[in-house]
């Protein structure tokens, strides 16, 4: 039975989109207002960087397919791939927050708290005690992923808004 992966080209799709008119807000408003902060660019990196990184897990199944017949084993690799990814990503941007001075927010403590709950989610997944690895999964991670960008954008976009309207 072929996989029905034609959900992870779409989620690619839509999450190059986001990076990509994120990244174009972000330029419009370096040049249309002051210099960004330290926290800012921090917030600028966080969600093109886990966009482009977001993007890439989605395609990398598809590719695999490319390769292998063993649906099972595309999932588990799609799978620790990602958990590998998330679990270096994260203390780099940690370390940054911290080199930023960021604030600590109720929104960036959510953001970070759902990575945590993605990640032993995928380590979950990946003993398959409960359930097999799958597209399941892995969209629902992929799900979470750009949300959690969406949120930082928003938020983003909020921080110097706010900053024009007290200027």
Aim: with cysteine.
């Amino acid at each position: 039975m072929e996989p029905n992966v034609g959900a992870l080209p779409i989620i690619a799709e839509v999450g190059i989109g986001f990076v990509g008119f994120s990244t174009i807000v972000a330029v419009l408003k370096q040049s249309f207002g002051r210099p960004f902060s330290a926290f800012q660019i921090l917030l600028v990196h966080f969600y093109i960087e886990t966009g482009l990184l977001n993007v890439s897990m989605a395609i990398f199944p598809v590719a695999l397919f490319s390769f292998f017949d063993s649906e099972p084993l595309v999932w588990r690799v799609s799978i620790l791939t990602t958990l590998i990814i998330t679990s270096v990503y994260a203390p780099l941007y940690v370390r940054r927050r911290r080199k930023a001075h960021a604030p600590n927010l109720v929104i960036s403590w959510f953001v970070i708290i759902g990575y945590g709950a993605s990640n032993i989610l995928l380590i979950v997944t990946l003993t398959e005690v409960f359930w097999q690895p799958s597209l399941a999964v892995m969209t629902a991670y992929l799900f979470w992923a750009f949300c959690s960008s969406a949120i930082i954008f928003v938020y983003f976009l909020s921080s110097f808004l706010k900053g024009e309207k007290t200027a």
